[in-house]
């Protein structure tokens, strides 16, 4: 399966923009590109997905290369209920039913 | 609108008894996962179910563990004579399907502790 990388952890300010890098150099054509976080002492949540167009959503915008061997979570005003770890994976398209995997992911702390 | 929802949020009991998790899915969501994670780790995948198809089981750490779900919609996780080894929190997962272009959107889980 086509690994993805990301820093351990990042610092932000509240109500600051967030970049959140994601590396996945083996990226196939048919790897869907999905980050969800999880926040302290509750399930995992997803934020958003893509396959090749930038996308946006009321929580997140994201942002891919156009190799695709790297993608950006951008969260445009960071606030302190955003303090998560947020996990960047692929999922291939014809993989029905397959299950996710987390990485490590990245710690966002966000200063008030 | 209601999530899916997990019972009960936290199951503490000994070593060798047997153990029910509950889930209730998003309605009308076919797909449904059980996963688990233990402190500080990824999730681990047990269980799929998906529809009226045969549950993917591959994920199900030995035969103490079964799952089932009934009509389509809840789901029941069972340990058998638990161990140590099996605290974690068990996570349930639904998606509108089993396509890799459906967000799975998860529970908060229930907290096992086996004493």
């Known amino acids: 399966d086509a690994k993805t990388t990301q820093p351990n952890s990042m610092e932000s300010n509240e109500e600051e923009p967030v970049h959140l890098p994601c590396n996945h150099s083996?990226?196939?054509?048919?790897?869907?590109i999905h980050w969800y976080r999880q926040l302290p002492s509750q399930g995992p949540e997803y934020v958003i997905h893509?396959?090749?167009s930038n996308v946006n959503n009321r929580m997140a915008s994201l942002a891919i290369a156009e190799d695709r061997k790297s993608s950006t979570l951008i969260l445009h005003r960071a606030t302190l209920r955003d303090a998560a770890v947020y996990y960047c994976?692929?999922?291939?398209?014809?993989?029905?039913?397959?299950?996710?995997?987390f990485g490590g992911g990245t710690r966002l702390m966000v200063k008030p | 609108g209601a999530g899916v929802s997990q019972s009960p949020s936290n199951k503490v009991t000994e070593k060798g008894k047997d153990v029910e998790l509950r889930c209730d899915p998003i309605?009308?969501?076919?797909?449904l996962y059980w996963y688990r994670q233990s402190l500080g780790q990824g999730l681990e995948f047990l269980i799929y179910?998906?529809?009226?198809?045969?549950?993917?089981k591959s994920g199900l750490p030995s035969d103490r563990f079964s799952a089932e779900r009934t009509g389509g919609s809840v789901s029941t996780l069972t340990i058998q004579r638990t161990q140590q080894e099996d605290s974690a929190v068990y996570l349930c997962?639904?998606?509108?399907?089993?396509?890799?272009?459906?967000?799975?959107?998860f529970g908060d889980g229930t907290r096992l502790s086996i004493l």
């Open positions: 997962a639904s998606s509108l399907g089993g396509s890799s272009n459906q967000p799975q959107h």
């Open positions: 083996t990226i196939s054509g048919t790897d869907y």
């Open positions: 893509g396959l090749t």
């Open positions: 994976i692929l999922r291939p398209i014809n993989n029905a039913g397959n299950m996710l995997t």
């Open positions: 309605s009308g969501h076919t797909a």
């Open positions: 179910f998906q529809g009226n198809s045969a549950p993917d």
